[in-house]
């Protein structure tokens, strides 16, 4: 019902920042809420950062006071700095519009983009 593109992933050394981006296209008024999740590799698909449409946010542990996620209409974007070679995986855009919790991830989600983060 949603259809995701993301963009902006790439190799940074550790300490650099990038800007992932996701556009958001179809059933886009059913959109309750946008985020980002990630799965190194080896690991599974964890919570990255989410944003609800009246503007609550939540960040992962691990990413908070480095990451900003922010949305305007049907794109979602996350600043990352200060990377770690931690933060090194596949980052995938969700979009949660198919009822229930919106902090639960949701339905709709982009193809991937790679960060690769070098120590």
């Known amino acids: 019902q949603v259809q995701l593109v993301e963009s902006g992933g790439g190799l940074v050394q550790a300490g650099g920042s990038l800007r992932l981006s996701c556009a958001a296209s179809?059933?886009?008024?059913?959109?309750?809420?946008m985020g980002w999740y990630r799965q190194a590799p080896g690991k599974q698909r964890e919570l990255v950062a989410l944003?609800?449409?009246?503007?609550d946010i939540r960040y992962a542990d691990a990413v908070k006071g480095r990451f900003t996620i922010s949305r305007d209409g049907a794109k979602n974007s996350l600043q990352m700095s200060s990377l770690k070679p931690e933060d090194t995986a596949v980052y995938y855009c969700?979009?949660?519009?198919?009822?229930?919790?919106?902090?639960?991830?949701?339905?709709?989600w982009g193809q991937g983009t790679q960060v690769t983060v070098s120590s």
């Open positions: 969700n979009a949660h519009t198919g009822g229930g919790s919106a902090y639960l991830p949701g339905s709709s």
């Open positions: 179809g059933n886009i008024f059913r959109i309750n809420a």
């Open positions: 944003i609800t449409t009246p503007g």
